[in-house]
Nanobody
Framework: VQLQASGGGLVQAGGSLRLSCAASGSIISIIAMGWYRQAAGKQRELVASIISGGTVNIVDSVKGRFTISRDNAKNTVYLQMNMLKPEDTAVYYC???????????????WGQGTQVTVSS
């Protein structure tokens, strides 16, 4: 499974960015898609996730500002980030858990990471 993430960049506080992550490869079905972030000197943390049934989980620190969505036909997950704050600065990684044609167990794959920098 290959993941291609895009959409990061530099934005002023209060601004918006939209991240995208497209999954491709030997995918039979997607179980869950999510976004994580890792700020400098900190551990990677879950930001938001969405499972196949549509259930969404969003971390409290971004609730009301970030929205996760997916396009099933395109195997793509999006993270709409509004009202960005300097503390949102991090490298954002997408993660996809899927059933594939090459393994009997679910595969968990990571995108390459995209930098989001929010200036004050």
């Amino acid at each position: 499974v290959q993941l291609q993430a895009s959409g990061g960049g530099l934005v002023q506080a209060g601004g918006s960015l939209r991240l995208s992550c497209a999954a491709s490869g030997s995918i039979i079905s997607i179980i869950a898609m999510g976004w994580y972030r890792q700020a400098a000197g900190k551990q990677r943390e879950l930001v938001a996730s969405i499972i196949s049934g549509g259930t969404v989980n969003i971390v409290d620190s971004v609730k009301g500002r970030f929205t996760i969505s997916r396009d099933n036909a395109k195997n793509t997950v999006y993270l709409q980030m509004n009202m960005l704050k300097p503390e949102d600065t991090a490298v954002y990684y997408c993660n996809v858990v899927s059933r594939t044609r090459t393994s009997s167990t679910p595969s968990s794959d990571w995108g390459q990471g995209t930098q989001v920098t929010v200036s004050s």
